[in-house]
């Protein structure tokens, strides 16, 4: 649902996002720390919408949303915006994470630069393999499944990552929930059954790659 | 833009299916997989909008684009609503991929089973680090990126992976193209340049975390 137009003060900067918008506003994100990397003070909408094949329009939309941020005839003050959206997304704090199934993939997210500078610190590991308890990965150590509970208080851990696999996903959910965990992003390919209070995100592998191909043949129809 | 209503035959088989419902349309094709293997002969609507968190008539309406395929007072019949899915997607045939970027997200995706089970064959597999290259992983050997012109060809590989750092990524993809690759799936964050014969799909781990920090922030406003 879009909101009602015409309201006397124009988009309110709290206006409620869609999850869509909030994506968005993730690869706004992206683009504009690259932008300030480069040194560029400012911003136009119309050079984020090249860099991420949106519609200038779309990018003022959502742009509009976190406020009047945007300056006539000059655009977006780059700091101004990267600070406005991280406040937005709830990144102007550290997130603590605990992650379960320590595996390749998990190996992969530990060393994947953007999650810290992003502010999710990985502050607990756990797995139920023998030989793979007890290492430390990435200065964290990983310990058994049964540690779960009081690891996760210790940590202050709010959101959990699971990269086991699916036969095993629901029961380790199930143990995040009831460890207090508030958020899961789910990598196993199965569909988790969580309170209420519990958000979820999947990504599932197979279904991007599924769509690549979709795309493909769309394109050679 | 969706068609246009009230045409003579209901919705067309071959009715162009937006990107979002394809994605919708590779969540249909997991579950119904789950419920086969369960023993479900046929599946109700209701039944799939349940397990994926949809509206009843969300899932109606996308399998309506499919053809004429539910049974009033029945439902649909698995094997058949999997079937037409898979050929819908483009999974009524194999795909040869290559693979570029051997470390801990690749070897992770070679694990990975729903790839092969959908038809995603990885054939060819590249980097350009002298300790990687003339391994063997999953029965692959890795090869120099300088053979990846003549390797892609050999094997016939339609789809890329990039799995390599940031910095590597757009001359990578390059290669591909240049490869003659109809399709990228890239877990590099970065935007990638390609012509426009070439799909893209970009998977962000950190907008996927991203957005469930959101969802836990906005949960407890």
Redesign the interface.
Known sequence: MSRPAGGPAGPHPEAR?S?AA??RL??Y???LEEFRKRGAVKVSSGQLAG??GLSDAQVRRDLACLGGLGHPGVGYVTGELIATIRQR???DRD?SVALVGV???A???L??Q??R??G?QVRALFDNNPAVIGQVVEGIPVRPLAELRPAVAAVRA??G?ITVPSEAAQAVADELAGAGI????NFA?V?LRLPE?V???T??????????????????D
Chains 1, 2 share one sequence.
């Open positions: 996002l999850r909030a994506g993730s690869l994100l992206r683009r860099a991420l997304l709830g990144l997130w595996g390749n993939l190996r992969a997210l060393r994947y953007g999650f500078q992003q999710f709010e959101l990552v508030r958020g899961i992003l390919p569909v209070r958000s979820l995100v990504v599932d592998l197979t279904v991007q790659l599924e769509q690549l191909a979709f795309l493909v043949q769309v394109g050679s």
